[in-house]
């Protein structure tokens, strides 16, 4: 008779970039109440079979913290989202305690008004945040994925706040997600250091409303012979991504993405432009419209329209999880550099990753066979060897 010894799975550490924002929030809290068998893991992919033993890390081993640039403690952000219908009610109380513990492992973020600190000191101030986090906790290993408000595109050289977090969590040796059109780790003068860096990442934009409905509704086009002669988008939506966006900068940023989908996948870009306009009345509630004049057989014109009225941080949330878990287990298995499997996650991917949603499926379904392959965990037996955050680093 054998004896079947259990193994506590080692605590992973996911590190939200705008800690207090809404999505963050949502995912943290979200979290604990799945884990607690509060809800069912709606709009996870991977808790779906197709992901059955790839020995992702369990929602339960994920400790979460963060940086921030605003104090506002995460059981009082939740407290205002579950009043706003984006969180069931009753919920913050629940997981209060889930929630006051990420709070305590958020950092001030960067840079501050007045902050003096050189680029340099800045990414060194932040990645020591995030080693401390990893130390301090016992984690096998960290996480860092983007969910603070879009910045416009960098004009000069200097690198942006988004660029500076990005290259702090390569220098903590953590694996990176950017859930945001932000720069990120796709600054040029962070080139070299990413190509050097021996860690996995991903990005750029979750791919959570209208941007998913294109990269379905673009292939049925296309292949089906029908010419698109216009598409054109309008969205409306208030919270703090909504005031981030009434910048026509940081707009145009989230635009970029949604229309690289269309071109992608219509092999063109066509007519018409996507509008973002803000309407703090909405909260994070979002309504999306499409117009899409087509022409069929003999030059006959039609149009398709779409609405889309979702809430974004229950869209957003369950993919960051999902992502938090991939890029912690595509690390453990020893994957290094840009993760294109993943471009069924993103408005923007990195890597060459196909345009359709199903066939960015399929590519994710090979990732999962890939993780499957790569053998158990660290700690159990026949584990790999691959190093920890600090080792890589050394
Ligand atoms: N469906 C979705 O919700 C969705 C989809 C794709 C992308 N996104 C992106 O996710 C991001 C977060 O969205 P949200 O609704 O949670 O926004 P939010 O405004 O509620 O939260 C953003 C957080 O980032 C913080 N922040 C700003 N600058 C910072 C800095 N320099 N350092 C650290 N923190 C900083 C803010 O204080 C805030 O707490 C946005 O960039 C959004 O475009 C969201």
Redesign the pocket.
Known sequence: MSASVSVTPPSVGVWL??A?????TTVVAGCAAVTAGLHTPTGMVTETPVFADTRLPPLSSLVFGG????DCPLPKRAEALAAGGVLPQGLPVAVGAELAAADREIRP??PLPGDTRTPDELISSHAADIQDFVRRRGLARAVVVN????EPAPTGAALP?SSLYAAAALRAGCPYVN????TGLQHPALASLVASCGLPYAGR??K??QTLLRSVLGPMFAQRALTVRAWSGTNLLG???GA?LADPAAAAA?NAGKERVLTDSLGATPEGETHIDDVPALG?WKTAWDHIAFEGFLGTRMVLQTTWQGC??A??APLVLDLARLLARAHEAGLTGPLAELGFYFKDPVGESPAALGEQYAELTGLAERLRAAGPPLGEPGAGQHPTPHEETR
Request: net charge negative; glycine share 22%.
């Open positions: 970039i705008g207090r924002g809404s999505v963050a940086h921030d640039t605003v973020g960067g969910v603070a408000s879009t706040p859930f945001t059109p932000s934009d979750g959570t409303g919270g703090g991504d981030a989230k994070d974004d941080s869209l957003a």
